[in-house]
């Protein structure tokens, strides 16, 4: 649904879109959880945080921040600017800091388990 986010590594688009699908929701409550942030901001720390790794382009990321709000993961408040319109700010609520503990928890145990797989274990038998 607005699970797309761009991974820039090599020439794999498919194995980037597989890698990263799923995950928005989980990225924008991890920034969200430093900070409250507006929209573009919330893409370029995506942006920043994975040292340009990921991208979120906003035809995924406003339909998520919506879908989010309406899930109670994040709530939104305007604010005025003295120079330009006003911007949406976006802050983590509770539910959304509950779901991204289990979130987080969830990819620590997968890290481990594809790291387990991908390097393989000592004195490991194939079938």
């Not at 919506?66 to 330009?84: C, D, F, I, K, P």
């Amino acid at each position: 649904m607005y699970s797309r986010v761009i991974l820039f590594f090599g020439e794999d688009m498919a194995m980037k879109d597989d890698i990263t699908k799923g995950h928005t929701q989980t990225m924008i409550l991890a920034v969200l959880d430093r900070e409250p942030l507006h929209g573009y901001a919330i893409a370029r720390e995506i942006e920043r945080k994975s040292d340009g790794l990921l991208t979120c382009q906003e035809g995924v990321l406003y339909p998520a921040l919506r879908a989010m709000e309406r899930e109670g993961l994040v709530s939104s408040q305007w604010e005025n600017q003295t120079n330009g319109p006003a911007r949406k700010i976006y802050t983590i609520t509770e539910s959304g800091q509950n779901m991204l503990t289990k979130r987080t928890q969830a990819w620590q145990q997968l890290q481990v388990a594809m790291g387990s797989i991908l390097r393989g274990k000592p004195n490991e038998q194939t079938s």
